[in-house]
DNA sequence: TAATAAATTTAGATTAGTCTAAAATATTAT
DNA sequence: ATAATATTTTAGACTAATCTAAATTTATTA
């Protein structure tokens, strides 16, 4: 088995991976608070393994091994976070340190028995997909705020931001996922959003029409 | 914060004080599966911590704040057992490694939860009880079967010896807690046991007589 | 009570993960 | 194309936890 220190170095490798290809060593640094010299170790050790595919310099990428194992770490993550917000009433900006550490349980049977004992949940509470236990999951087809037009409507399904400041500010707006909204005017001056939401208006930066995500 | 080998250390100190008093090194070793060389330099550590009372070659005892941590984890480890024994089916032979896991999630918060979420248990699947957030608990009056004389009768309420082996040849000869038993014979020769459960008879070794506990 | 045995501690090494500072390589801009 | 800058890697050191082997202390027993 890995470490938990692997564990999370493969699943920042993933995340990063999904948003710009391939994974340069200050990029994973960044990500998890260390120093690039200290990545640079890893890298060795997870290639060393066959988990990534590495040659120096030229950045990283995960192997299938590698990322079957991400996928795994992430699966658990997400399903610890929806059980920690249906059953144990935490809100959906307290989750997520919690969450990293729970993702590390090793047991299959443990997650497999929770996705059951929640029947199969599809997206955490932050409306990304989870993983099933072969490790397969769809998103749906998300789209920033920030990208629809006047009179465009859509059902509020993922943040772009997961930090808590972010959550809380959507809480407090009442910006929740699963609510409709509308778009109802855009400022031509600074690409502030107004949306009608059930019957309020609320208005939101452009900022954060950037990281509110809305299927159509 | 204390590290996961700290915390398992303090409560392995914890369960053997409580049968013998003062702890030894060789025991601390033999119940971590470690070496006593190991051990020596740990209780250095804790008792730099003022977690331990240390004397080198004089064994040692736990301090209040080292006895906290110990009870905290113990809290932590029977409130997930339970969980995974009430909420997730599994057996109650098979939770002890999960929790063992479970049991070193640093966040207070999410075992009040988990306790709320319970109904707040008093005693675990194998009849431990379970401290409150304070640290508080009782542990009912248990005894031995093999201490009952014939026509005594008792309610099972614990074991002695947590291995799975003997867990499941409980469950398979229906000796589960909560059961009324009542002592029909007692060999003479080899001090086997023969009890009334329900409508059956059921016939126990010595050993096994030992490690079922029951309340009066 | 001295000798032997058992338990414990010290000394010195090892592994995983991290760090800083310096060296090597890649990128960019003139 | 080359100098300047940014990125990445190496070298060497540190901490936590472990180990074996040797030394020391305590306990036992003859």
Chains 1, 2 share one sequence.
Not at 87 to 116: C, G, M, P, T, Y
Request: glycine share 4%.
């Amino acid at each position: 088995m890995n470490t938990f220190t692997e564990e999370n170095y493969l699943k920042a490798i993933y995340h990063i991976s999904l948003q710009s290809g391939s994974v340069s060593t200050n990029q994973i640094a960044a990500s998890l608070n260390t120093k690039a010299a200290s990545v640079t170790d890893m890298l060795k050790k997870l290639a060393e393994k066959e988990l990534i595919n590495y040659t120096k310099y030229q950045g990283v990428t995960l192997t299938t091994a590698g990322e079957k194992i991400a996928i795994c770490i992430i699966r658990k993550h997400r399903l610890w976070e929806y059980f920690l917000v249906e059953k144990l009433n935490f809100k959906w900006d307290e989750v997520h340190d919690v969450a990293e550490e729970l993702e590390h349980i090793a047991s299959k049977e443990l997650i497999d028995r929770l996705d059951d004992f929640m029947g199969h949940p599809k997206y955490d509470p932050h409306g990304d997909p989870i993983p099933d236990s072969d490790g397969q999951f769809k998103t749906h087809e998300l789209k920033p705020v920030s990208t629809l037009t006047v009179n465009e409507s859509g059902i509020i399904s993922g943040v772009r931001d997961h930090s808590s400041a972010f959550l809380q500010y959507l809480e407090r707006m009442q910006l929740i996922i699963g609510k409709k909204i509308k778009v109802t005017e855009i400022n031509n001056y600074d690409h502030s959003v107004i949306l009608q939401v059930e019957n309020k208006k609320t208005h939101i930066s452009r900022e954060v029409a950037n990281n509110l995500l809305i299927v159509l």
